[in-house]
């Protein structure tokens, strides 16, 4: 009899032979189905445009070699497309217990490496996804018979704004310290209000009680604080020595997933990937082996596997790389377009200038160097993605020109996937300009939009990735031609309409004109580039000053993307300077942006003279406090990333001493993961928090900290300070604003009434860094 | 990443090491005013890179001669002005 339940989609895995299904149902309980689900990898043969499989003699040996396999298949020739070649006749070998097809590729690939091989290494959950068009948490309508699901149909999208939300019951377990630092003592468990502290020394009883725990709440979502490096491979050690079983699993059938830990090297940066342990019929989720954790949390991890369509437990561990291949990967499978399974493409040959013109990136501005008041930010939407969406860029769409045209026909692979995502998060970005200060749908919004700028951050990088199954450097190229010349054209529309360009950043400027001080007043500016360019731009604010900072080594030199500066509701933004940089100890981080916090109550540059020297007052006291002792260890902490394994190290960073003293301690430190030290006096001059014995407060290094915190002060006060009492910037010529020149061919000489300037204009000036 | 050409900053950074001893060479005062021309190319980096030209040295020659010309428009207005407070 056919049965047919409302719910959740909460989990999709596959089992022995098929997949395994979880359901929320609407009446509160977990369902768990199993589901026939056939998969299918496709061969082509060396003769690609072959008539017939049977004119393909590689393809026809694959043909009876897969008839001869235990695991039964459903073979049949098709045309399909590739999104570099065209139409291509290939063999479909659908195999009808998909589990089982990892097993079958392998030894396919083994016996016929010579051919070409789509769809071949794409997840199950994903082809699963894709078939249905479901996604985790989608809201579904099952019909099923007994434990077999007939049907699923989604009723809702991935794009939903406010989506039903699933009644998880969610359960927290932490440790009571930080297992790299010490011996933890007890585990916290919480669930809703309730909180228990489980001691660790007695194994029995801590079993039975979380067995009790897990048993009586059931929770859909486990929450731990280091559970994929300590806490779970713990538990699971104790249950096996005392020879018990934890109900971990809500699938008793299946064991719980354990994946390595890993080291890879990404974008110039050496990544370290700590090891996993997922769940199965429950998710598990460690918040400091998450992505960007503290970037989203929970509500931004949904978010990313419900538009990835990954698992949650993948999705909340995964890059966001791996996020944007995966709807690429969705599209594809929907669209009947083949996965290469090893890409060949080559870039194109180009003729050096060609070279010359195409070989750049986003355009990057030298700012001018000093305080300005009164400026705007004026950023591009989500620059790329938009340019892909708008102008339909993608490797299989040829196109001409940087004319800032779309391409003619069918928009392409990358374009389709990326337009659902890049409006729902406009749509959010609108909704979230005009809901009230206090709406709860605030945070989530923020944690949505957060969670899909980093998959469409990664999106362009991919386009040039040539790893990357639909990446090609040619559609990379255009992207940033057509950025470039947007930026231009954005420029051009601010210099028409006599503004000052400050900065240019890729998808941003910093504009000002005397007497534009509110967002109304810039709005002209923005309808004008939207119009030339056919992108949206949208003011990120207006600021009462923004310094703009020269570079440590000449401050003659700007740097492109060091600056602070406060808008108009008080609100600072930071970039490039210490207090944003994940190596700057706490302590000092905390009085770089303290002081900022100060200087942001002045409330336009004109009053920066008043709050100045409550500045300097404040940083007196936290100098003293530093030579006091009266600063607390952890937050003299330094955090730095081990580059590299310890051996390879000629002349061992701080970072890397560090990291021997713990290995004498018996802690291993693989590349990429941080290391927590603190600078002290003598030999070896630094000190790892995490060795046992805790550390003398007499031997820090104090001076060195003292330098480190004037550092980080200079970096904030000088400019301020230069403008208030009026220093050398006023000399320095690259200040000078080009405004003020009279053309050549004019004549004439400007008139500047230097006697009626009052004191108030010279303060101006200074800030301006000297207009005359 | 993965650039095939060199950026304008690298480029520039070449050039300017082209020139090491010829700047060796120099008298001490000398060596600072090649530095500050130096400088003042580094001004248009963003511009040198979007020209894309085959021969950067010469967009680095016209940054230069760019801010010198900026500096002498400035001191001819501070000249004029203060001629103009005299009268």
């Given at each position: 009899m056919t049965e047919t339940i409302y719910g959740w989609l909460f989990d999709v895995y596959p089992n022995e032979t098929n997949l395994t299904l979880w359901l929320i149902g609407e009446d509160g309980k977990r369902y768990r189905f199993v589901q026939d689900f056939a998969a299918a990898v496709y061969a082509a043969g060396p003769e690609r445009r072959a008539e017939r499989v049977d004119e393909a003699p590689r393809l026809r040996e694959l043909w009876k070699w897969l008839e001869a396999q235990e695991v039964p298949v459903r073979l049949s020739r098709t045309e399909r497309r590739d999104v570099f070649q065209g139409m291509v006749t290939v063999l479909s070998a659908e195999v009808l217990q998909s589990a089982r097809l990892d097993e079958l590729f392998r030894k396919m690939v083994a016996a016929f490496p010579d051919l070409t091989y789509y769809d071949a290494d794409i997840s199950l959950p994903l082809r699963y996804a894709a078939a249905f068009n479901v996604f985790p948490l989608a809201r579904c309508r099952l019909d099923v018979r007994g434990e077999t699901v007939i049907s699923i149909v989604p009723l809702d999208t991935p794009w939903e704004l406010d989506p039903a939300p699933a009644p998880l019951r969610l359960l927290s377990l932490e440790p009571d310290c930080d297992p790299a630092h010490g011996e933890p003592k007890a585990i916290t468990v919480a669930y809703e209000r309730v909180r228990y502290s489980l001691p660790l020394e007695k194994t029995t009883p801590l079993l039975a009680s979380l067995h009790h725990i897990l048993g009586r709440y059931d929770p859909d979502l486990i929450l731990t604080s280091w559970g994929d490096t300590w806490l779970m491979p713990f538990l699971m050690k104790i249950c096996k020595e005392s020879g018990t079983t934890l109900p971990l699993n809500r699938d008793e059938n299946q064991a719980v997933v354990e994946r390595k830990e890993h080291t890879y090297f990404s974008y110039g940066q050496i990544v370290y990937r700590?090891?996993?342990?997922?769940?199965?019929?429950?998710?598990?989720?460690?918040?400091?082996?998450?992505?960007?954790?503290?970037?989203?949390?929970?509500?931004?991890?949904?978010?990313?596997?419900?538009?990835?369509?990954?698992?949650?437990?993948?999705?909340?561990?995964?890059?966001?790389?791996?996020?944007?291949?995966?709807?690429?990967?969705?599209?594809?499978?929907?669209?009947?377009?083949?996965?290469?399974?090893?890409?060949?493409?080559?870039?194109?040959?180009?003729?050096?200038?060609?070279?010359?013109?195409?070989?750049?990136?986003?355009?990057?501005?030298?700012?001018?160097?000093?305080?300005?008041?009164?400026?705007?930010?004026?950023?591009?939407?989500?620059?790329?993605?938009?340019?892909?969406?708008?102008?339909?860029?993608?490797?299989?769409?040829?196109?001409?020109?940087?004319?800032?045209?779309?391409?003619?026909?069918?928009?392409?692979?990358?374009?389709?996937?990326?337009?659902?995502?890049?409006?729902?998060?406009?749509?959010?970005?609108?909704?979230?300009?005009?809901?009230?200060?206090?709406?709860?749908?605030?945070?989530?919004?923020?944690?949505?939009?957060?969670?899909?700028?980093?998959?469409?951050?990664?999106?362009?990088?991919?386009?040039?990735?040539?790893?990357?199954?639909?990446?090609?450097?040619?559609?990379?190229?255009?992207?940033?031609?057509?950025?470039?010349?947007?930026?231009?054209?954005?420029?051009?529309?601010?210099?028409?309409?006599?503004?000052?360009?400050?900065?240019?950043?890729?998808?941003?400027?910093?504009?000002?004109?005397?007497?534009?001080?509110?967002?109304?007043?810039?709005?002209?500016?923005?309808?004008?580039?939207?119009?030339?360019?056919?992108?949206?731009?949208?003011?990120?604010?207006?600021?009462?000053?923004?310094?703009?900072?020269?570079?440590?080594?000449?401050?003659?030199?700007?740097?492109?993307?060091?600056?602070?500066?406060?808008?108009?509701?008080?609100s600072i933004k930071v970039r490039g300077i210490e207090c944003r940089r994940r190596d700057t100890p706490p302590f000092i981080a905390k009085t770089q942006m303290t002081i900022m916090e100060i200087l942001a109550k002045a409330e336009d540059a004109e009053h920066l003279k008043e709050v100045y020297p409550k500045a300097l007052a404040f940083v007196h006291m936290e100098m003293e406090a530093l030579r006091a002792g009266r600063v607390p260890l952890e937050k003299l902490l330094v955090s730095q990333k081990l580059s590299r394994e310890l051996c390879e190290y000629s002349s061992p960073s701080p970072a890397a001493r560090a990291v021997r003293q713990l290995q004498e301690d018996g802690k291993v430190v693989r590349p990429g993961q941080r290391v927590r030290f603190l600078f002290t006096l003598g030999k070896p001059g630094v000190r790892a928090w995490d060795v046992p014995e805790p550390p003398d407060l007499r031997y820090v290094d104090v001076k060195r900290y003292q330098t480190l915190l004037k550092r980080a002060v200079e970096t904030v006060l000088a400019p301020i300070g230069q403008s208030v009492n009026g220093g050398k910037d006023k000399e320095c010529p690259y200040l000078f604003p080009v405004k003020n020149i009279k053309p050549l061919g004019e004549g004439g000489t400007q008139q500047l009434d230097v006697h009626n300037l009052s004191p108030d204009h010279s303060f101006r000036n200074a800030i301006q860094g000297g207009e005359h | 990443m993965g650039r095939t050409l060199p950026s304008a900053t690298q480029v520039f950074l070449q050039e300017q090491d082209s020139f090491a001893r010829f700047r060796r060479a120099l008298r001490r005062s000398d060596q600072l005013a090649l530095d500050d021309l130096f400088t003042s190319a580094r001004q248009h980096l963003a511009a040198a890179q979007y020209a894309s030209h085959a021969l950067p040295f010469e967009v680095f020659l016209l940054s230069m001669l760019l801010e010198e010309h900026k500096e002498v428009m400035r001191l001819r207005q501070q000249v004029d002005e203060l001629i103009s407070r005299q009268k």
């Open positions: 700590g090891r996993q342990v997922q769940l199965r019929g429950r998710w598990h989720l460690d918040k400091h082996n998450a992505m960007l954790w503290n970037d989203y949390g929970l509500e931004g991890v949904l978010e990313m596997a419900r538009v990835t369509r990954q698992p949650v437990q993948d999705a909340a561990r995964l890059s966001p790389g791996t996020g944007i291949s995966s709807m690429q990967f969705v599209t594809a499978l929907q669209k009947g377009i083949l996965i290469p399974w090893h890409k060949h493409q080559a870039e194109t040959p180009k003729t050096a200038m060609d070279l010359l013109r195409a070989d750049m990136g986003g355009m990057v501005y030298q700012p001018t160097i000093g305080l300005h008041r009164d400026v705007a930010g004026i950023d591009f939407v989500s620059m790329y993605p938009g340019i892909m969406v708008r102008f339909n860029i993608s490797p299989e769409v040829p196109r001409a020109g940087t004319d800032l045209e779309p391409a003619p026909g069918e928009p392409g692979i990358v374009p389709m996937t990326l337009a659902p995502l890049l409006n729902k998060r406009l749509a959010l970005k609108s909704a979230l300009l005009t809901l009230h200060r206090w709406d709860c749908r605030r945070t989530t919004y923020q944690a949505l939009v957060s969670a899909e700028k980093w998959l469409l951050v990664t999106c362009f990088g991919y386009l040039g990735y040539k790893n990357a199954r639909f990446g090609r450097i040619e559609a990379h190229e255009a992207v940033t031609a057509y950025g470039r010349e947007a930026l231009l054209r954005a420029k051009e529309a601010a210099e028409d309409l006599d503004y000052e360009i400050l900065h240019m950043y890729v998808d941003g400027l910093w504009v000002h004109k005397d007497g534009c001080k509110t967002p109304a007043d810039f709005e002209a500016l923005l309808a004008d580039i939207t119009e030339r360019t056919g992108l949206p731009i949208s003011l990120d604010g207006v600021y009462r000053w923004v310094v703009f900072l020269p570079s440590r080594v000449n401050e003659r030199v700007p740097v492109p993307n060091r600056y602070f500066g406060v808008f108009q509701d008080g | -």
